[in-house]
C-alpha cells in the first residue's frame, strides 16, 4: 500500500490543484471525487490482472494473452510508459528545485543528482529503499497535515460558492488530470511477482485503500489551497502546495512558520522513491522483452537516455505544466485503463493462466 500512495503523491501534489482548479474553479474539490472514483476502477482493474499472473510482469504475459506480435508490441508500450513517467518525474524535480531552490544552478546538473541516486539504489537492490519509504511516506503526509492544519484559519468557505456554477462539464474536466495520477498504481503490473504469496491476495484491498488515502491527502490540499487563494489565484500557482506551506505565518510561534522547509525534504525523498520505482520497472521491463537474463546492463544506458529525454522534452516549466494537464493525462490513461482493461478482458475470455513455474525475476 506505501508504494502505491508515495509513487502518486509525489508528483501529484504539485500541479493538481492548480490544474485542477483551472477547469473546475470552486468546484475542484468535487473533481477529485471524480477522480478518485476513477482511480480505484483503474486500480481494481490493474490488480485483478496482476494477480492472474502472480509469477510474471506484464511484459512477460501479453505475448501469451494478446499474440507474439501484438503482445510484443503491448509491451514495449508498458516498457516506454514506465520510462516515459521516470524522465517526467526528473523533469518535474529539477523544474522545482531550479525554480523555488537553486536558480542559478544548470537543471542538467540538478536532474544528474536525483538520478545517480536512483542508479544507485537500482544497483543495491530495492529492498531498503522500500523500507525507508514507510518511514518517509508518512512523515510527509504528517508534514502536509500539518501545513494545512497551521493555515486552516485562513480558508474561506465562500471561496467554493457558487456549488456547479458552471455546470458538471468542467468538474469532469478538472478530473481528469487527478485520475490519470491516481492511475500510476498500475505500476503493480511490474511489481506483483516480487510480493510475497502471503499478500497477493490482499492487494485488492491494499491498492484500493492507497487510493483512497491518496484522495483524502489530495482533496485536503485542494480545499486548502482554493480556499486560502481563490480558484483564481490558486490556478495561476505552479506549485500550489509549496505555496500553502510557505504562507503559513504564526507570529507567536515563528518556528511553526514557512514550513517550505520541512515539506521540501520530504517530498524530495519521495520523488527519489518514485524515480526509483518507475526506473525499475522500465529496465527492468525492457530486459524481459529482451529475454535478458539481468536488467542491471541496462542501467546506465537507460540512465543516459531517459536523462537526455528529460533535459530535451520540455522548453520551460510553462509548457511542462501546460503538458501535465492536456496531454500526459490522456497519454498514461490509455495505457493504465485502455490497455490493462484490454489484456485483462482477454485474458478472460480466452481463460489463459500463469505458466507452472514461470517467474518475474532477471
Known amino acids: 500500500m506505501n508504494y502505491a500512495i508515495s509513487i502518486v503523491l509525489a508528483t501529484a501534489i504539485l500541479f493538481v490543484p492548480s490544474i485542477t482548479a483551472q477547469h473546475a474553479r470552486q468546484d475542484a474539490w468535487l473533481s477529485l471525487l471524480l477522480a478518485g472514483a476513477f482511480g480505484a476502477l483503474v486500480t481494481y482493474i490493474a490488480v485483478r490482472l496482476a494477480l492472474r499472473f502472480p509469477g510474471e510482469t506484464v511484459v512477460q504475459y501479453t505475448p501469451r494473452v494478446l499474440g507474439p506480435v501484438l503482445g510484443k508490441l503491448v509491451g514495449f508500450i508498458y516498457v516506454y510508459y514506465y520510462l516515459f513517467v521516470a524522465y517526467f518525474v526528473q523533469r518535474e524535480f529539477s523544474e522545482l528545485i531550479n525554480a523555488a531552490y537553486l536558480s542559478r544552478t544548470p537543471m542538467i546538473v540538478i536532474i544528474c543528482v536525483l538520478t545517480l541516486l536512483a542508479v544507485y539504489v537500482l544497483y543495491q537492490g530495492l529492498e531498503v529503499l522500500c523500507r525507508v519509504n514507510t518511514v518517509v511516506l508518512w512523515s510527509m503526509i504528517g ?53 510475497l504469496a502471503t499478500d497477493q491476495p490482499r492487494m485488492v484491498k ?114 511542462l505544466k501546460s503538458f501535465s ?15 490493462t482493461g484490454l489484456i485483462l478482458g482477454v485474458a478472460v475470455i480466452r481463460g489463459i493462466r500463469p505458466q507452472p513455474g514461470k517467474g518475474g525475476e532477471v
Open 143 to 195: 508534514a502536509i497535515f500539518l501545513i494545512i492544519m497551521l493555515g486552516i484559519k485562513e480558508v474561506r468557505l465562500e471561496a467554493f460558492l457558487p456549488i456547479l456554477e458552471n455546470g458538471p462539464g468542467p468538474v469532469i474536466l478538472g478530473a481528469v488530470t487527478p485520475g490519470s495520477w491516481f492511475g500510476e498504481t498500475t505500476v503493480i503490473l511490474m511489481l506483483m511477482p516480487f510480493i
Open 206 to 319: 491494499f491498492n484500493l485503500l492507497a487510493v483512497l488515502v491518496l484522495f483524502l491527502v489530495l482533496e485536503m490540499i485542494v480545499v486548502a489551497a482554493v480556499g486560502q487563494f481563490g480558484a483564481a489565484q490558486a490556478a495561476t500557482k505552479l506549485f500550489p502546495t509549496l505555496s500553502l506551506a510557505r504562507h503559513v505565518d504564526i507570529p507567536a510561534l515563528p518556528i511553526f512558520s514557512r514550513q517550505d522547509a520541512v515539506f521540501m525534504a520530504f517530498w524530495v525523498a519521495g520523488m527519489l522513491f518514485k524515480l526509483t520505482t518507475f526506473f525499475y520497472a522500465g529496465t527492468l521491463g525492457l530486459a524481459q522483452w529482451l529475454n535478458l537474463k539481468d536488467y542491471r546492463p541496462l542501467i546506465l544506458p537507460l540512465a543516459v537516455v531517459i536523462t537526455a529525454l528529460s533535459f530535451q522534452a520540455w522548453v520551460d516549466i510553462t509548457e
Open 325 to 339: 494537464g492536456e496531454v500526459f493525462p490522456f497519454a498514461i490513461s490509455f495505457v493504465q485503463f485502455i490497455l
